[in-house]
């Protein structure tokens, strides 16, 4: 199996989509955020918005798909991080 | 001014990237990895490798530039997440 270009491009976006699904399942099961960047994951929630209204502008798929799934992942994350930010801010 | 669909690809691609410098930063100055995925951190580093092969495959400028800066993020917080793991299994 000759593997192309494109194929390598498709692997690459499937690993960089994917590998927020550990990190959601790691935040949302033990609740900790202490170690993670609120500004990160505000920065990076921004980017990913850009990205899938890029994605609608020129209708590709494999940016609108991937993005999508990046940024319910990537707003799990932040929520919990604002959620704990501000309940310690209380406390 | 008129913001193109190209320029919110651009603003959207200086995003993803530039998220990764604060907690690149907050990483190296706590040192504190607790919440970070190991999974994720392994996964994204080798998601970015391979799409710096892409960019270096297709001669795209873009890609090679943003994803060389996230490689080297990526990699300085996977580092402090691999030696805090290794450090603290063997305490």
New interface residues.
């Given amino acids: 199996m000759e593997i192309t270009?494109q194929t390598?491009?498709y692997?690459?976006?499937?690993?960089?989509?994917?590998?927020?699904?550990?990190?959601a399942?790691?935040?949302l099961k033990?609740r900790?955020?202490?170690?993670?960047?609120?500004?990160?994951?505000?920065?990076?929630t921004?980017?990913?918005s850009?990205?899938l209204?890029?994605g609608l502008?020129?209708s590709d798929k494999a940016i609108i798909f991937s993005n999508a799934i990046t940024l319910v992942l990537c707003m799990s994350i932040l929520s919990m991080k604002i959620y704990n930010t501000v309940t310690r801010d209380r406390s």
Same sequence: chains 1, 2.
């Fill in positions: 270009y390598i491009g692997i690459a976006a499937i690993l960089t989509t994917a590998s927020f699904l550990p990190q399942f790691l935040t033990t900790d955020t202490e170690s993670l960047s609120l500004g990160m994951y505000s920065i990076f921004l980017g990913v850009l990205w209204v890029y502008s020129i």
